[in-house]
């Protein structure tokens, strides 16, 4: 028997995001039906609602999301009903050529995340004869969604549902770009380039695996004054003034890492961050929404410096996921600390405003069922 359920939907690139009533069918086989406690306000889906990422539309927004699930359809083995969970954007079949070698969040299985379709061509919110694609065949602005079983992650009862969500997306996404696709050693003098939902967690996870400088540029000054609170040593308004600091306190060295997590990519903070790192540094690409590298190859030859590009920080989630959630109950990770503001579901335009303007870490959705 399908339900009804409320969700956040995006009709056409552009237009805000519409609270509607969808219908929603039953799991088919390896699917999963979750209700959905809380949702992360990731800027991705405002990059897909403003069009700057392409996405099939309508489509249903989030995908940083946990939730309990409901209902199972035939075959499903990771999780039962009861089970809490939160999301993978990406999900992780475990058999491709990626999941076997240990690299998950490039699984095969995530070719629909744009779409929103299921493999079998369908879909599973649907209004008036329309399909509605869930965003990353997800759709966690939604109290309810059913999803594939590779998508969800088993965590324990006791976490909350708004931390959970975060560590969907934005938590592994910055944190795995300072020590997995950054690769981040201790000692080293690492430089974030924004400090949102996901640089915070870049800070985070750079100061766990022992970096000596953890240097944040950030435009905006609620943002330079939390830092600190998750490890960065050193803070700047402009990437002129990080590089007078960095030049100085490695003896003209510069850095071993830049780390690029600001909320619109653009040309200037590439060439920023290539220009702040030294002979071997790395500049790890997080961020999206727009922007081209127009250096001179020589800026990397000459330094042997290296840009490498990052999707989920490059954590493979059923590995990484886990063990956030143990390093935020060992105290190890602040996952509290990143929630500025809950909204309700009906606020989420504002949420995002919000967002925009600069004046949370992450914005989180409660559902209200
Ligand atoms: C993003 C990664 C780049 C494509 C859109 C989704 N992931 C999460 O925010
Ligand atoms: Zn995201």
């Excluded at 035939?74 to 076997?100: E, L, M, N, W």
């Excluded at 879909?123 to 869930?134: A, I, K, L, P, V």
Aim: aromatic share 8%; proline share 4%.
């Amino acid at each position: 028997m399908s339900i009804t359920t409320r969700a956040a939907v995006c009709r056409k690139p552009g237009q805000p995001w519409e609270i509607t009533e969808l219908e929603l069918d039953d799991p088919k086989a390896n699917e999963v039906r979750v209700k959905f406690h809380a949702a992360g306000l990731c800027h991705s889906d405002d990059h897909i609602q403003k069009g700057d990422a392409p996405m099939r539309m309508p489509v249903v927004g989030g995908h940083e999301g946990a939730g309990v699930v409901e209902s199972v359809g035939p075959g499903v083995t990771r999780v039962k009903p009861g089970d809490h969970v939160t999301c993978s954007f990406i999900p992780a079949c475990g058999k491709c050529r990626y999941c076997a070698t240990g690299q998950q969040q490039l699984c095969d299985f995530g070719l629909n995340a744009a779409i929103g379709v299921f493999p079998d061509g369908t879909f599973r919110f649907h209004s008036g004869g329309d399909d509605f694609g869930g965003l990353c065949v997800l759709g966690t602005f939604s109290q309810y969604a059913v999803v594939h079983e590779y998508s969800v992650i088993k965590i324990p009862d006791e976490i909350g549902f708004d931390v959970a969500a975060l560590v969907a997306c934005g938590v592994p996404t910055g944190w795995g770009s300072a020590v997995r696709a950054g690769g981040v050693r201790a000692g080293e003098t690492v430089v974030i380039f924004g400090m949102g939902g996901v640089g915070v967690n870049a800070v985070q996870g750079a100061s766990l695996a022992g970096a000596k400088n953890v240097v944040v540029v950030d435009p905006v000054k609620f943002k330079r004054e939390m830092a600190p609170v998750f490890g960065a040593t050193h803070t700047f308004a402009s990437a002129d003034e990080a590089f007078e600091f960095v030049r100085e306190t490695t003896w003209g060295e510069l850095a071993d890492h830049a780390i690029i997590t600001v909320g619109v990519l653009h040309d200037q903070v590439i060439a920023d961050a290539i220009k702040i790192t030294g002979k071997c540094g790395q500049v790890t690409i997080t961020a999206v929404g727009g922007g081209w590298i127009n250096e001179n190859p020589g800026m990397l030859i000459g330094f042997q410096r290296r840009i490498q590009g990052s999707i989920y920080g490059g954590c493979s989630p059923l590995v990484d996921v886990p063990r956030l959630i143990g390093l935020y109950q060992s105290g190890d990770l602040k996952l509290d600390e990143l929630i500025t503001r809950r909204y309700k579901l009906d606020e989420v335009n504002e949420g995002y405003q919000d967002m925009l303007d600069g004046k949370n870490i992450r914005g989180v959705i409660m559902h209200e069922h």
